[in-house]
């Protein structure tokens, strides 16, 4: 470690440690020329959108890794989302049920799409919506459930999909966070009425943009088609980010096996330090991941707080983030002069966690040098505590 005194750290105007961000995403990047092969292609064949032949493969072999009939590529997972929210609710408008500890476009897509958010609580093990909070939730403004299987497990996928039918609610499962996970050993993607999934650059398969919608419903993925290639809107993936996911989904064991050694490295790194514990993937002896995200409860004696962790990693160039903080229920993101009673453990769960840099721009000895990094951290604890305040 090149840090010898507090002076060293570049919070204080120290050199950084990384001398480029480590981030937290995916960014899986095929090869240049590989790719650039491929966007040839699409020019010589001048079909650069509108259902072109590489969509329709891409589509092909996402039904087949999810194991679903369909699979309707758009533009977006957040457009995804809003338009399976309007076909689902069938021209009904209401309330969708949403988890108050997620990703800050929840709130967002069910108002797009018509409705409000009715926040639920989540609970402690998964992160996702506790069955018993929606049960409660539920009354006659309710229009559909949208649930949300996060990094390090799917929800409670079963009761969720349980309460769903019996009060005979539509449920959409936003498995963004999650692609290539398993529920009860079988791969996400034909849970629900539908799935939502991302081909952001920052998730598992990369295509720049873009998202994808699973499902076993053949009249749903009809009706999805149409809505999609207008006359209304235009939501549909070009060729260009379809063939850039493609190169990427032929990639995703590879991905996967670097994800895992990385996260093994942070869990031998966290082993060492008192106070920071890398949250598990669930039963991750009988399910699958794909190890994408690691991410830590900060916790006592670890000597600083979470947002003083990351203010100094920051500075560092680690780009550590809060995860899902604050809930939703109680940021920007809730519907002005919404009341919404206490979440107690999404309260808790975001006051906890910290998103570690991850993916492909982040290798096992950068996770050693951050390791070493957070050691040298936590024996300079009331020192660095007294500096950063002076400093704040
Ligand atoms: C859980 C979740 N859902 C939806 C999205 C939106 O995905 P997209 O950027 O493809 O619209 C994200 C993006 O971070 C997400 O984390």
New binding site residues.
Partial sequence: LTKASLDDLAVFGGVPLFSEIKPVGQLASPEPDRFLEEVRAIFDRRELTGNGPVVKTLEARLAALHGTAYCITVA??????VMMLRLVTRGRTGNVIVPAF??S??PHVVQWAGHMPKFCDVEELRHGLDPRSVRAAIDEKTVAILA?CNVNSACEISSLASIAKEKQLPIIF?S??ALGATYGGRMLGSFGDAE?F???A??MLNGF???YVTTNDGKLAEELIALRDGPRVNASLNEIHAALALLSLDMLDEIVERNRKRYEAYASVCARIAGLDLVPYVHAERERYTYQMAFAHVHEPWPLTREATIRVLRAENAFAMPYYSPPLHRSSHCPPGMIVPPMPVSESLAQRFMYLPVGEHTTIADVEALGELLEWISGRGDELRVRLRDSA
């Avoid at 977006?76 to 989302?81: D, E, K, R, V």
């Fill in positions: 977006n997972a957040c457009l995804g989302l997620s990703y476009g929840i949300v936003d963004v966070s939502v991302s081909l952001h920052t998730k943009e873009g998202g």
